[in-house]
């Protein structure tokens, strides 16, 4: 089978990175990569999951609040120490005894 060059852009940390897992394995990046793609076309789709990051609902509200919080700083409280924090929260636990 006659083999191709075949140019590709990928970020320079990211290509150490797998250069140097590769070669943990015997491989170099032309080998990795080709298994990856004999295992695609055997396998007819990617062979690992590739899913969309999803948030819940939870996430999803603490990412609008932040949002708020930075638009409109005056209806947030505000600390200026970690210990301001802690002693709020002590005196919260105390009042619910």
Same mark, same amino acid.
């Given at each position: 089978?006659?083999?191709?060059?075949?140019?590709?852009?990928? &970020? =320079?940390?990211?290509?150490?990175?797998?250069?140097?897992?590769?070669?943990?394995?015997?491989?170099?990046? =032309?080998?990795?990569?080709?298994?990856?793609?004999?295992?695609?076309?055997?396998?007819?789709?990617?062979?690992?999951?590739?899913?969309?990051?999803?948030?819940?609902?939870?996430?999803? /509200?603490?990412?609008?609040?932040?949002? &708020?919080? /930075?638009?409109?700083?005056?209806?947030?409280?505000?600390?200026?120490?970690?210990? $301001?924090?802690?002693?709020?929260?002590?005196?919260?636990? &105390?009042? $619910?005894?």
């Amino acid at each position: 089978m006659a083999k191709v060059n075949t140019n590709i852009s990928i &970020d =320079s940390n990211l290509k150490k990175e797998a250069i140097q897992l590769f070669s943990e394995f015997g491989l170099d990046l =032309s080998s990795a990569i080709t298994l990856f793609l004999q295992q695609s076309v055997r396998e007819q789709r990617i062979p690992f999951e590739i899913k969309k990051l999803t948030r819940n609902e939870e996430t999803l /509200k603490s990412f609008l609040e932040f949002e &708020d919080m /930075k638009k409109d700083k005056e209806k947030y409280k505000r600390y200026s120490s970690l210990s $301001e924090i802690l002693e709020e929260l002590d005196s919260a636990d &105390d009042s $619910e005894k």
